[in-house]
């Protein structure tokens, strides 16, 4: 019986392997085929003429539709919404809803005159009743968002009232003067929907209304979101008739699918990894989009130990760091290293020299440390590999003027704690810009009551940084103003509340069967994206 | 019978209760504040520490501990699980959206092991100690080596990317299943595989298998309609404990192959604290785990004459 099995077994595995080696062999024999005809192929393909109202497909790592209980129904990079404040491209205030605007002489009223002939995808018009009801909303209490939480107190401190003068004139009033009140409502700050579109509790009552060149038409949470161009536009229409915008968490599944033109590009926060942009610069039928990002990211240490609270020690700490190193090696340059705790993407930033020098930096902590050692750990959060591989180059540096660390990966919510109980040495953390206004970065990081500078035990008590920003509250003039918050940002780079490394870069990948594929701040020019022709 | 029933009901009821409250207490124990995470999104916010104050106000986590459990255990007994801290959303309304697709996965997977296990098992069997016998065995080898997130990615730069034959991600038809729930499913084909394959060579040295052999009786009546009932209750239980280890361990592939279950948000909220999702994920795959193993349980005891006695003497 065995043996039967046995001699059975063979031709069984003759004939299997014989099917196998024939479809290997018909494999090869197709991709041969197909190379010899790849070339005519390419002729067809570029001979091709593109369907105009094919959607466009993107993708990002996350749903940018979160819907009805967020903030903001969905990301501004969608172009649904619309601002009554928009940023330029070098983080300028431009007009959008708001036309035009008007500050009172002691700063404290602020008019804006809204655009006309403008309506929201339900067909309602946009006008003053419009804004005030946005407004009314917001007064309900903070909306938890996936990008930032939209918070009346954030975007208009001290805020008095609003009011409607005339169909297109608000009037807001402030408790003091904020002559750079434009800059917090950039954007998110000053999100317009239809008046119809809010429920009891503020929340939406069904897909956002905005007043955007794109309507949303299908949103499929964690799935995709279905834009539509908004033929009523009051603007310049967008180009593309209609886009898919997919969510794919995982990096390396979105590169796979753009490789294999399942998407024509991907869009958002981390869309590509800089090791993967590299990759696909080398094939020639995708290219790589990149803007100024509002992230950056940074070093802290426990100012509120000896001897980290050394200013001598600071020093030695921020020469120590090859920032540009850091960049090259972790980020494939993709990146931009910076000293200043301000991020490079508000007009009110100013660039500093980034000085790397070893010998110095030794010096310095020889000073402060003697021929000790001290021993410390450096927290990392552990759900960013990245942060593992700057540490490590960074650990060599910090031993080298005498700071030996281990690197702790954590989560990132033990990390916060830890850093709250003053528990650690050195940590890795990152912070975004929210709006082109600075102050809330100098006030939370460098003023002595500031939350973060408590939060993260910086121990930072210079008080020329508070006397400066005491004095910024009462600047009227945003010149004076500017001088104000660059002797500030000097003072960041000198007195060391943060070790900055590096400012971001947005990088986005698309195939060159797309056009106008333009990154901006915070994503990219959606409605000029188009079909190559 | 009814009364074997009956106690596998009462325990069920014991394990979910314990479930929720193991939970909770997780919860409580480890670091980090939710209402300051449901801001600051992985640390890309700074939420101001008023920002922080009202929003846990308004998550309720201000109330004592027993009284947050106790609101939450009423909500469930309406089938509502409260709101999700990360985005506000109804958790009831989240997993209704996201359990079919993960239910859809594991159908897939356990028709997938259970076809293939099953077959390559047998005829490992029936082919013992040959050729076939050992190609299968070193192709289970290698299957339960490999682990399932790398081979999702080699599928996706085959079949996908090269190849093109199917999509490299999404919800949609069979053909969007076929690579997530073959990465799932390799480790449990090999698993079932070498069970099915040891059960039925133990049923080849009883005397019934001789006495059928003997009268001459065709291979399939022999191996299939005879063999193969006796020796198919192990994988019933594997294959319900593979059910339930899909629903609890399916999120690395839902999150590579960008499948929305309820295993791809399971992580994120494990960092972002979202315990209401979690307490409702852990309780529904806890759930579904044990109601599972009860069926197959009270399956097996239709299927084995031997196993009734035993479940009879809860009669008594």
Known sequence: MLNMFNKKSLRIFLLLALVLSLTLTGCQNNNEVLDESSTEEAVNETIQVVDEDETIVLAGKRHLAPGEEDGYYCSSILYVWEPLIRQGKNGEPLPSLAEDWEMSEDGKEWIFKLREGVTFHDGQVFNADAVIANFDRMSLGIKPSSYYPLDIDSHYPGLVSYEKIDDYNIKLVFDESKPTQLYRMINWGSAIYSPENFDEEGNFNGIAMGTGPFKIVDNQKDDYVLLERYEDYWGESAKAKSIKVRSIPDVDTRYSALKAGEIHGTLDLDSLTPALAEELKKDDNFLIAESKSTMIRFLVTNGELEPFNDIRLKEAISLALNRQDIVDIVYFGYGSPTTNILNYSTPFYKEYPVEENMERAKELAKEVLGEERLETEFLINGNDPTQKTEAELIAPWLAEIGIDVTIQPMEYSVLRERLKEGDFGFARLQQGLSNGEPSTIFRRFMLTSGDHNKNYSLGYDIEEVNNLMESANKELDVNNLETIYDKVQELSTTTYPVFPLFNDVNIMGYSNKLSNYNAELYGLELPEVEWTK | ?316
């Open chain 2, 1 to 316: 019978m009814k009364k074997y029933i009956i106690e596998r009901m009462k325990s069920l009821f014991i394990v979910l209760v314990g479930i929720t409250i193991i939970t909770f207490l997780l919860g409580l124990i480890t670091p980090g504040d939710p209402a300051e995470l449901s801001l600051s999104r992985g640390g890309n916010y700074s939420p101001t520490s008023e920002q922080i104050e009202q929003r846990r106000e308004e998550m309720g986590l201000n109330k004592p501990v027993y009284i947050q459990y106790l609101d939450w255990i009423k909500g469930v007994l309406k089938g509502d699980f409260g709101e999700s801290y990360s985005s506000n959303e109804s958790v009831s309304e989240m997993i209704r959206r996201k359990l079919p697709i993960t239910v859809k996965l594991a159908l897939y997977s356990i028709g997938i092991t259970s076809f293939l296990g099953i077959s390559l098992g047998i005829i490992s069997a029936i082919y013992k100690d040959t050729l076939i016998d050992g190609s299968i065995n070193l192709m289970n080898n290698i299957m339960l080596s490999l682990p399932n997130f790398w081979l999702a990615l080699l599928f996706i730069l085959f079949f996908s990317e090269i190849l093109g034959w199917l999509p490299t991600s999404g919800n949609g038809g069979w053909k969007h299943m076929l690579m997530p729930a073959f990465s799932l499913s390799l480790v449990t084909i090999a698993t079932t595989a070498r069970v099915m394959r040891s059960s039925m060579i133990q049923e080849f040295g009883k005397q019934y298998y001789l006495a059928l052999k003997s009268k001459g009786i065709s291979k399939f009546n022999l191996y299939i309609r005879n063999i193969l009932p006796n020796s198919i209750l192990p994988i019933l239980t594997l294959l319900a404990n593979f059910m339930g280890s899909i629903l609890g361990g399916s999120a690395v592939i839902e999150t590579i192959f960008a499948l929305p279950g309820i295993g791809s948000y399971a992580i994120e909220s494990i960092y972002l604290k979202d315990f209401p999702y979690l307490q409702a994920y852990v309780l529904i795959t806890g759930f579904v785990f044990v109601l599972v193993t009860t069926l197959i349980d009270i399956v097996s005891i239709i299927i084995d004459p031997k196993i009734r006695i035993g479940a009879d003497s809860y009669e008594n």
